[in-house]
């Protein structure tokens, strides 16, 4: 399509059609390539009610955790508000003065805070007012733009919205008249009206004829402090007219306020502190309810979960993409294990195993797992599950049954261990149960060291802590729906009405009798022997208490649960079939490494491109190569500074390499401007990725950044 004109210009040409999007079901993208199988339908929807399952769980979950802090935030906001209708009052009429402020730390986890505050944001409207306000610092650059935003936002979440063809006529005279002195105004008239809300919510807020405007700082360290300083003073001046509340949220601590905030202009906040839950107790929550329970199948063995904290711990501190590396596994384990098929309820499992293809019964058959559990079994069950469909089913429901039931005592008895050794001296076994499940799954945990001092230090404990850890141990076994180990439980209330029993009181009599028999003498040299007699005596006889034989017969019982029900969960069988161990393929999605992917795609661009023509030796340069690679790997073969004439010669060299056999090249002066054009732009995009920058040293050089290949 040409077009003429006097002037030289740029023309847009819209095509006569859009071409409409097929959408492709999803199910398709998750059986597309070589794990396409006659399930991957059914492991797909497999997967997408466990995901929806576990997702409803960490939501309901992050509200409960969350509830403490928004109860006390809400208390504020109402007791801060209640002053403006006692305006009689003169302590009221101090604070008046005062903006009331809450100063929510929330963390580093920044990513984290947006749900926070949406949350929030509809609890306080559910709660305390319809006006709420939250705003971020990159958009509001200035005390203009803020006004502007706050006024938009506070007009649109109102009620009282007039008729649709006002609304552009509202919005211009919004942004023309953005003031302190308008938004007075405009809460005199609504307030006058009233806001209409719905009946069922809000009932707080509809008691009050005037309810308080609450404004979020979703950032606050990265807003300006002048606009914050010019905000808070021309509030200050309105606050009996407009009652306006406060929310900073805080990733880092309250001290930013008065870094940010001069005295003149802090002294007009009322400030109260509120701190939400750590991240780590967090984290250690969502692993209780997701994995460490029988509830979802799914499981993920130890070097799967230690990527998955080390990224939470080293990198961001964020449950939400704690939570999206956890359905990434899933997917994973379900996109690559053929047998997930069977990752669901137990019930719905068994009914599966009935209609297993006979390729599913193969994979079952070349499992590690369940050829070392076929080569413990007799000759003949041997042949009977490598070549009978019928009895291999039986048994895989055997199996399954047993691993859930694995399932069942291992989670009681870690429970019970860690309620042992969380609170010992210097935590050998780590404070955090995550740390003790990690331990556990690993390798057998009474083989390693720090079990070893574990108990050594259990021997050492007094008869208070305990009564106190066999306490909560029955907890743990009374609040399990599942009755395999109810025998356990009595066995440790026994324990603790011997504990309860123990008759110290004679004990201790007979031992301050003998002392008081053995100390007759005075003087410093026959108490002297009197004392190193006594203790000669005790380190011949050993006699234990009563008390210390019942606390050896504690420790013991429990070494000798750790030994039967804390086996790791590859001596199960058919723990594939549940566990995802593919740490490798989850790091690389997860754990990005810019410069080795930037090395790859520019040094073997084949790598990528799949192009046939650009496979090459190593160390050779093919002349077909996109620009940027020729000068890439070019590149590589200077030193600290690179003459960029060399370089230049050396790009064409490569480049019209191809050109010599071609009869209908153009000119030879054409052709070098062509190729000078290219190596420029290929010099500007390495610069740009930070491969090279200009030098002073020399006008004609450009310095290397990078060494080594990647």
Same mark, same amino acid.
């Given at each position: 399509?040409?077009?003429?004109?006097?002037?030289?210009?740029?023309?847009?040409?819209?095509?006569?059609?859009?071409?409409?999007?097929?959408?492709?079901?999803?199910?398709?993208?998750?059986?597309?390539?070589?794990?396409?199988?006659?399930?991957?339908?059914?492991?797909?929807?497999?997967?997408?009610?466990?995901?929806?399952?576990?997702?409803?769980?960490?939501?309901?979950?992050?509200?409960?955790?969350?509830?403490?802090?928004?109860?006390?935030?809400?208390?504020?906001?109402?007791?801060?508000?209640?002053?403006?209708?006692?305006?009689?009052?003169?302590?009221?009429?101090?604070?008046?003065?005062?903006?009331?402020?809450?100063?929510?730390?929330?963390?580093?986890?920044?990513?984290?805070?947006?749900?926070?505050?949406?949350?929030?944001?509809?609890?306080?409207?559910?709660?305390?007012?319809?006006?709420?306000?939250?705003?971020?610092?990159?958009?509001?650059?200035?005390?203009?733009?803020?006004?502007?935003?706050?006024?938009?936002?506070?007009?649109?979440?109102?009620?009282?919205?007039?008729?649709?063809?006002?609304?552009?006529?509202?919005?211009?005279?919004?942004?023309?008249?953005?003031?302190?002195?308008?938004?007075?105004?405009?809460?005199?008239?609504?307030?006058?009206?009233?806001?209409?809300?719905?009946?069922?919510?809000?009932?707080?807020?509809?008691?009050?004829?005037?309810?308080?405007?609450?404004?979020?700082?979703?950032?606050?360290?990265?807003?300006?402090?002048?606009?914050?300083?010019?905000?808070?003073?021309?509030?200050?001046?309105?606050?009996?007219?407009?009652?306006?509340?406060?929310?900073?949220?805080?990733?880092?601590?309250?001290?930013?306020?008065?870094?940010?905030?001069?005295?003149?202009?802090?002294?007009?906040?009322?400030?109260?502190?509120?701190?939400?839950?750590?991240?780590?107790?967090?984290?250690?929550?969502?692993?209780?309810?997701?994995?460490?329970?029988?509830?979802?199948?799914?499981?993920?063995?130890?070097?799967?979960?230690?990527?998955?904290?080390?990224?939470?711990?080293?990198?961001?501190?964020?449950?939400?993409?704690?939570?999206?590396?956890?359905?990434?596994?899933?997917?994973?384990?379900?996109?690559?294990?053929?047998?997930?098929?069977?990752?669901?309820?137990?019930?719905?499992?068994?009914?599966?195993?009935?209609?297993?293809?006979?390729?599913?019964?193969?994979?079952?058959?070349?499992?590690?797992?369940?050829?070392?559990?076929?080569?413990?079994?007799?000759?003949?069950?041997?042949?009977?599950?490598?070549?009978?469909?019928?009895?291999?089913?039986?048994?895989?429901?055997?199996?399954?049954?047993?691993?859930?039931?694995?399932?069942?005592?291992y989670f009681l008895v870690l429970r019970c261990l860690h309620n042992f050794t969380s609170s010992l001296p210097k935590y050998p076994l780590g404070r955090q149960i995550r740390e003790l499940y990690c331990a556990c799954l690993e390798k057998s945990i009474w083989d390693s060291e720090d079990y070893g001092s574990a108990l050594q230090l259990l021997r050492m404990l007094a008869k208070d802590e305990l009564m106190t850890i066999l306490k909560k141990c029955v907890k743990v076994f009374n609040a399990s729906s599942e009755k395999q180990l109810g025998g356990t439980a009595k066995k440790i209330e026994e324990f603790l009405a011997e504990f309860q029993n123990l008759d110290e009181a004679k004990e201790e009599e007979d031992a301050s009798g003998s002392q008081?028999?053995?100390?007759?003498?005075?003087?410093?040299?026959?108490?002297?022997?009197?004392?190193?007699?006594?203790?000669?005596?005790?380190?011949?006889?050993?006699?234990?208490?009563?008390?210390?034989?019942?606390? !050896?017969? $504690?420790?013991?019982?429990?070494?000798?649960?750790? /030994? #039967?029900? @804390?086996?790791?969960?590859?001596?199960?069988? *058919? +723990? !594939?079939? $549940?566990?995802?161990?593919?740490?490798?393929?989850? /790091? #690389?999605? @997860?754990?990005?490494?810019?410069?080795?992917? *930037? +090395?790859?795609?520019?040094?073997?661009?084949?790598?990528?491109?799949?192009? #046939?023509? @650009?496979?090459?030796?190593?160390?050779?340069?093919?002349?077909?190569?996109?620009?940027?690679?020729?000068?890439?790997?070019?590149?590589?073969?200077?030193?600290?500074?690179?003459?960029?004439?060399?370089?230049?010669?050396?790009?064409?060299?490569?480049?019209?390499?191809?050109?010599?056999?071609?009869?209908?090249?153009?000119?030879?002066?054409?052709?070098?401007?062509?190729?000078?054009?290219?190596?420029?732009?290929?010099?500007?995009?390495?610069?740009?990725?930070?491969?090279?920058?200009?030098?002073?040293?020399?006008?004609?050089?450009?310095?290397?950044?990078?060494?080594?290949?990647?």
């Amino acid at each position: 399509m040409a077009t003429s004109s006097v002037s030289k210009g740029c023309f847009v040409f819209k095509p006569s059609f859009k071409k409409r999007k097929i959408s492709v079901p999803v199910e398709d993208y998750f059986s597309k390539g070589k794990n396409e199988s006659e399930d991957s339908k059914l492991r797909f929807e497999t997967y997408h009610l466990l995901w929806q399952q576990m997702k409803s769980e960490t939501e309901q979950l992050q509200e409960e955790l969350n509830k403490n802090l928004f109860d006390s935030l809400i208390q504020f906001l109402q007791k801060s508000h209640s002053g403006f209708h006692n305006s009689n009052d003169w302590s009221c009429q101090i604070k008046l003065k005062e903006i009331p402020t809450a100063a929510l730390i929330l963390g580093v986890n920044v990513t984290d805070h947006d749900l926070i505050f949406r949350s929030l944001t509809e609890a306080i409207q559910n709660n305390v007012t319809p006006h709420v306000v939250a705003l971020k610092a990159k958009d509001c650059p200035d005390i203009k733009h803020f006004l502007q935003k706050f006024v938009t936002q506070l007009t649109e979440c109102c009620g009282n919205v007039k008729a649709k063809e006002e609304e552009s006529v509202e919005v211009t005279q919004r942004k023309t008249n953005c003031s302190m002195d308008s938004l007075t105004a405009w809460y005199k008239a609504v307030t006058k009206t009233g806001p209409k809300m719905p009946s069922k919510k809000r009932i707080t807020s509809s008691q009050w004829q005037s309810p308080p405007v609450v404004l979020i700082l979703k950032d606050m360290e990265s807003f300006s402090t002048k606009v914050l300083q010019d905000f808070i003073i021309i509030s200050s001046q309105h606050l009996h007219e407009f009652p306006l509340i406060l929310i900073f949220g805080i990733a880092t601590s309250p001290i930013i306020i008065h870094r940010l905030l001069p005295h003149a202009v802090s002294s007009l906040l009322c400030i109260e502190l509120f701190q939400s839950l750590s991240c780590k107790e967090h984290l250690t929550t969502i692993l209780d309810k997701l994995l460490l329970t029988t509830q979802f199948p799914f499981k993920i063995n130890e070097k799967v979960l230690q990527v998955l904290t080390n990224i939470f711990l080293y990198h961001d501190f964020s449950i939400q993409n704690f939570i999206k590396g956890l359905q990434l596994s899933l997917l994973e384990h379900f996109y690559s294990q053929p047998l997930s098929v069977l990752c669901c309820n137990l019930l719905e499992a068994k009914k599966r195993i009935n209609f297993l293809s006979f390729n599913q019964c193969e994979h079952i058959r070349r499992l590690p797992s369940f050829r070392r559990y076929v080569e413990k079994q007799a000759s003949e069950k041997q042949v009977a599950l490598l070549t009978n469909e019928r009895i291999l089913k039986v048994e895989t429901q055997s199996l399954l049954e047993n691993l859930h039931v694995y399932h069942v005592n291992y989670f009681l008895v870690l429970r019970c261990l860690h309620n042992f050794t969380s609170s010992l001296p210097k935590y050998p076994l780590g404070r955090q149960i995550r740390e003790l499940y990690c331990a556990c799954l690993e390798k057998s945990i009474w083989d390693s060291e720090d079990y070893g001092s574990a108990l050594q230090l259990l021997r050492m404990l007094a008869k208070d802590e305990l009564m106190t850890i066999l306490k909560k141990c029955v907890k743990v076994f009374n609040a399990s729906s599942e009755k395999q180990l109810g025998g356990t439980a009595k066995k440790i209330e026994e324990f603790l009405a011997e504990f309860q029993n123990l008759d110290e009181a004679k004990e201790e009599e007979d031992a301050s009798g003998s002392q008081s028999k053995g100390l007759q003498k005075t003087d410093l040299y026959h108490l002297q022997k009197s004392l190193l007699e006594m203790k000669e005596l005790r380190r011949t006889s050993k006699k234990q208490t009563k008390f210390e034989i019942l606390r !050896e017969k $504690v420790v013991n019982f429990i070494d000798s649960l750790v /030994r #039967e029900y @804390l086996l790791p969960p590859e001596t199960q069988p *058919l +723990h !594939e079939v $549940v566990y995802f161990s593919s740490a490798h393929s989850l /790091r #690389e999605h @997860l754990n990005a490494a810019p410069r080795i992917t *930037l +090395h790859t795609a520019l040094n073997n661009p084949y790598y990528y491109l799949k192009n #046939e023509a @650009l496979k090459s030796e190593e160390g050779c340069i093919p002349n077909i190569a996109p620009d940027i690679c020729i000068a890439y790997k070019l590149h590589l073969e200077c030193s600290r500074l690179i003459n960029l004439v060399d370089w230049s010669e050396a790009f064409a060299t490569v480049v019209t390499a191809a050109e010599q056999m071609d009869g209908n090249a153009s000119t030879s002066e054409e052709r070098n401007e062509i190729i000078h054009a290219r190596f420029v732009r290929a010099v500007s995009e390495l610069e740009l990725l930070g491969f090279i920058k200009p030098t002073k040293q020399k006008t004609d050089h450009v310095a290397r950044l990078t060494w080594g290949g990647c």
